[in-house]
C-alpha cells in the first residue's frame, strides 16, 4: 500500500457482486487511504451483495439509478453531507442493453430499448457530471473515469447497440473533458478495458470465445478486473493530473495486434 488516495473522497458507480471491475476497484481505492461511497441502481442493491463490500471498505451505499436526474440530485446531495466536504473522484462502472439481456439480434433492434441502452451506458456519463456541476459536488484537480470497450472503434458481432453506447461514452468524455478541464482542472477519462468475466461480460453471446481470442491476440494477455483496479487508482491519484479527454486502451496490447503467432497456430 502506497497511500495514493489518502484524504481523497471517491463515488463509485457500478459494484454488484465480487466479480465487477467496480468492486475490485473499490477494494484498491479502499487500501490505497481512499474515503469512499457506493452507488447502484436500488434493484442491483437488492440483488447484489454490495453490503459485503460496504463492511469491508467502511463506505456507506446510496441507492441511484443512473438515468434519473433526482436520484443523481440525491445521491450528489448526500455524498457531499457524508464526506464533510467534495469529491476527489468518480468512477461510472455500468452498462446495460435490454436487447443484449433479450437476445434481439442487430436487424430487429427494439428501439425503446436502445433508447434505453444508450441512456443507461452512454448518457449517464453526461447526467453524473451535469448534477456534479450544477451541485459544485467536485474539488479542483479531481478525476472522473468511465469504462469503454473497443467495439467502440471495431465492429464486434452480438456486442449489438452497446457499441453505440460506448461511442456516446467516448464522445461525452471529450467534450465533457474539455469543459470540466477549462473550469476546474477536472480530468475526465475512459479506461477501454479488455474482455473481463463478470456478469455484464459473460451477457454478451460468445463471451467465453471473445475472451479467449482476446487473450491469444494481446501480446501481454488480456486485462483483469485487478489489473484496471490499479489503473484506476494512477487515474485518481495525482500522479495522472495531465492526462484528460481519453480514450486509455488496458488491454495487453488488443488494440495495435493485427494477428498474433497463437492466432495463425489455429489454423494450420
Ligand atoms: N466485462 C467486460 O468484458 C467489460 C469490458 C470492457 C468494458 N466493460 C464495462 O465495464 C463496466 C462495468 O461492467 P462489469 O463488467 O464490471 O459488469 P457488472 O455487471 O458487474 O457491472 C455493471 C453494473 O451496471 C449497473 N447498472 C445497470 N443498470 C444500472 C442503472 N440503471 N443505474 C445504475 N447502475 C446500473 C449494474 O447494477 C452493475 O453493477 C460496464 O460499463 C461495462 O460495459 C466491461
Redesign the pocket.
Known sequence: MNNLLANKNGLI?????E?????KVAEKCHQEGANLIL???P??LRM?KIDVLSRKCKSEVIP?????LDDLENLFTKSKEIFDGKIDFIL?????SPNVRKNRNYGDLNYDWFLKTL???GI?FHKIMQVNEKLDSMNEWGSIV?????AAQKTFPFYSD?AE??SV?ESVTRSYGYRLGKMKNIRVNT??????????????KA?ES??KFADKMSPLGNAS?EDCANYCVFLFSDLSRKITMQNLYHDGGFSNTGISEEIIDNFN
Not at 64 to 68: I, R
Request: aromatic share 10%.
Open positions: 458507480f457500478g459494484a454488484l457482486d466479480n465487477s471491475i467496480a468492486w452507488t447502484n441502481a434493484i442491483a447484489g441511484a439509478d443512473v438515468t434519473s461510472h462502472s455500468v452498462g446495460m441512456d443507461i451506458s449517464s468511465g469504462l469503454s470497450y473497443i452497446m453506447a460506448k461514452l479506461i477501454s478495458q479488455s474482455p473481463t468475466k463478470t456478469t455484464a461480460g459473460k451477457g454478451i463471451f471473445f475472451y478486473a
